[in-house]
């Protein structure tokens, strides 16, 4: 029902008038999302602590996109799980990947390397 009422819409309306509206539209999605995607970082690079993490599932969706599961132990001495989409890079079950989480709340967390506004650089102490 809803498609019929757009498509007497778009009859009505002037091709340039519906362009407009249609990438206005999507403009203000896109905007939405990285807003959004923004704001979750955010919370997480400004106060963090770093996990070894285990891959427990791999899955693959349409057009080759594939999500990962992963499992951790925070600080607290609590198993917590994350999941993240994942890019070409190989990945496997079992194997391992740096999570950032919240010390406060642990259930917030993500992959190290799936930020899309930050960036982190491990250091490793020397012995």
Not at 51 to 70: D, M
Request: with cysteine.
């Amino acid at each position: 029902m809803l498609i019929v009422a757009v498509l007497a819409v778009c009859a009505w309306i002037e091709p340039k008038t519906f362009a407009r509206i249609f990438f206005s539209a999507a403009a203000i999605a896109a905007g939405a999302f990285l807003i959004t995607e923004y704001r979750k970082e955010s919370r997480l690079a400004g106060s963090h602590l770093l996990a070894e993490g285990e891959v427990i599932e791999v899955t693959s969706g349409r057009r080759g996109h594939r999500h990962v599961r992963y499992d951790f132990l925070a600080g607290n001495g609590k198993h917590y799980e994350g999941h993240s989409s994942w890019d070409d890079t190989k990945v496997a079950v079992r194997d391992q990947v740096w999570v950032v989480y919240r010390p406060d709340d642990p259930s917030v967390n993500k992959a190290l390397g799936r930020f899309l506004f930050y960036a982190f650089r491990l250091e490793f102490a020397q012995q």
